[in-house]
């Protein structure tokens, strides 16, 4: 039962193939798409390029100005530089600040074991 479906179908998309290239042959066939009020359409299309035309002047206005102010991707590698740069920097600040700390309250704490001690 399976297979007579199959056989149905395959023949009846290749009528339906058959078909759509006979049309193609004798000139198209069939309505224009929009019906029989095309050339109402093209007439209203060509009405509004204008105002399409300005429309688009106007966004390529605005993208011009975007493109001169836009940060591309060397700003950004500078930028992560110079950050890598100050952030190295003030961790190795802070730990000299740490280790210079850490030796005074080491002295003072001998200096008071000495003190105590005696």
Do not use: C
Not at 17 to 24: F, G, K, N, S, T
């Amino acid at each position: 039962m399976q297979k007579m479906e199959t056989n149905d179908n395959v023949k009846l998309l290749h009528e339906k193939y058959r078909q759509q290239l006979e049309d193609a042959k004798k000139g198209g066939g069939g309505t224009p798409p929009g019906g029989t009020e095309l050339e109402a359409r093209v007439a209203a299309l060509e009405k509004a390029i204008p105002d399409i035309r300005e429309r688009l002047a106007r966004v390529e206005t605005k993208l011009d100005n975007i493109e001169k102010t836009m940060v591309n991707k060397s700003d950004i590698e500078a930028l992560r530089g110079a950050v890598s740069a100050d952030l190295q920097k003030t961790v190795s600040d802070a730990t000299w600040r740490f280790v210079q700390i850490s030796v005074v309250l080491a002295g003072l704490a001998f200096t008071a074991a000495k003190f105590i001690g005696h």
